[in-house]
């Protein structure tokens, strides 16, 4: 996966602040992550969207759905965080953003894949091992499988799915294909 | 023996009186006498004081001219002040610094001073420029001075050096509040993605930027080149011919901007059957 760091010049008045701070919050860095295996755009829909330059964050808010590909993201909240490369306040506005480091989305948490859809109260995606954790009474349906638990783990390149923690609880209709889990 | 060859006698009035033929070749041509001078004298001197007088005479009128014309200034009424005018200035160029002291240039294709309020000044195709080769245009600008606010509409096209393209109907900037706000739709387009929202509001000096009201966000995996216009996602931008205050004002949009909205995301996934 490609990774490279986009910085935005320092700018000056009207909406020249507006584009900065749009280029380096809301078109950098996560151009790079994915949600999904096989990449491409992600479109990322909501109600409100909030960027921090000082705390090198997007918050994305109400009703958030990130998609890329076939898969979906959704979650009352979404928040981006990236790396920082400089200061906050040093070379103006949006300058000083790198690569994304996390995705975490929190509330009503639910990722659609054509294989699975998992469903949860939190999910962190991390940029440097490609998974997506899930946490918070889990339950993913597989076809006519479902499974529970507290902790899910999602490779997102290879696809494969792992419940820990807590009780596991698996149910397998005969005729589905079945799953992984490693009660504890 | 005296010599008379060449010689020249001087005659005299005496001479005249009492000398003969002979003795006159040599006598002037006019005849010099003490009442001549004397009356000649008097024409001079008469002369002399007639051109005096006349310099005199010529000095006067001038000064007195200048004099009474600038007594009936300092008296005069004063001039009444002329309703409806406006001030209009072709071709306008601004200076100044933004709140983080970065120096910008406004310029516009003309600048109107309203007569009844002197503080607010309308821009016609104004421009907005900034050392880092940043550009701000719109169809129309309103600056009020004492408030410290200047209004965009029209159009208003901010495209960044880096290729990023920002577009929107109207744009508030206010100077000393260190804040931009936009109540229209703003769209933004450059290689790295696109976005789009109904409003938006930049605050705490850029510090938070806010976007409210159908936020749409696209993403690319890899930038991509800059993004030429009327090309794929920027199809529909057409309009943008970024061009100097002086040139005519770009024609207006047909439609509103936006790339084709993509589907809403689907309630029920293709292969869920049911949920825990």
Do not use: C
Not at chain 1, 20 to 37: D, E
Not at chain 1, 44 to 72: M, N, T
Not at chain 2, 268 to 273: L, Y
């Amino acid at each position: 996966m490609a990774r490279h760091t986009h910085s935005t010049p320092r700018t000056t008045a009207l909406a020249l602040i507006v584009g900065s701070v749009l280029t380096g919050g809301l078109l950098a860095g996560t151009a790079h992550g994915q949600i999904a295996f096989g990449g491409g755009p992600i479109d990322v829909r909501a109600e409100r969207a909030q960027f921090i330059d000082r705390e090198a964050k997007v918050i994305y808010s109400g009703s958030v759905v990130a998609k890329q590909g076939l898969s979906e993201l959704r979650a009352d909240t979404i928040t981006i965080e990236f790396q920082r490369t400089e200061p906050a306040g040093e070379g103006g506005v949006g300058s000083g953003i790198g690569d994304a480091e996390k995705i975490i989305a929190t509330g009503n948490v639910l990722y659609l894949t054509p294989a699975e859809r998992a469903r949860g109260n939190r999910a962190v995606y991390d940029y440097k091992t490609d998974t997506i954790t899930m946490t918070g009474d889990v339950v993913v349906t597989r076809g006519e499988d479902v499974l529970t638990g507290q902790t899910l783990i999602i490779e997102v390149a290879t696809g494969k799915s792992t419940m820990q923690g807590g009780r596991v609880r698996t149910v397998i209709n005969p005729r589905s294909s079945g799953t992984s889990a490693a009660p504890r | 023996m005296a010599s008379t060859i060449g010689a020249s006698r001087m005659t005299t009035g005496s001479d005249r009186l009492g000398g003969t033929g002979a003795d006159n070749i040599w006598e002037p041509r006019r005849l010099v006498t003490l009442a001549n001078v004397r009356r000649r004298s008097e024409r001079v001197s008469l002369l002399r004081l007639a051109f005096i007088a006349i310099a005199a005479i010529a000095i006067g009128m001038l000064m007195g001219h200048v004099v009474a014309h600038a007594l009936r200034v300092r008296f005069a009424e004063p001039p009444e002040k002329l309703s409806g005018a406006s001030v209009r200035m072709l071709s306008p160029r601004f200076t100044g610094r933004d709140a983080s002291g970065t120096p910008y240039i406004i310029t516009a294709a003309a600048a109107v001073r309203r007569p009844d309020n002197p503080d607010i000044i309308d821009l016609e195709r104004p421009k907005i420029e900034d050392t880092l080769g940043s550009v701000v245009i719109a169809d129309t600008g309103v600056f009020e001075r004492d408030r410290g606010v200047l209004l965009l509409t029209g159009n208003v096209v901010v495209r960044e050096v880096e290729g990023n393209i920002f577009v929107s109907d109207s744009t508030e900037y206010l100077v000393e509040a260190k804040r931009v706000t936009g109540q229209s739709a703003v769209r933004g387009i450059g290689p790295l993605g696109e976005v789009r929202a109904d409003g938006y509001d930049v605050n705490e000096a850029g510090d938070v930027l806010t976007l409210t009201g159908n936020v749409w966000t696209r993403l690319y995996p890899e930038r991509r080149a800059s993004v030429a216009i009327g090309e794929g996602p920027a199809a529909g931008l057409d309009f943008l011919q970024l061009k100097d205050a002086t040139q005519p004002s770009p024609p207006p949009r047909s439609a509103q901007p936006g790339p084709a909205a993509p589907p809403a995301p689907s309630e029920q996934t293709p292969v869920n059957n049911g949920g825990g």
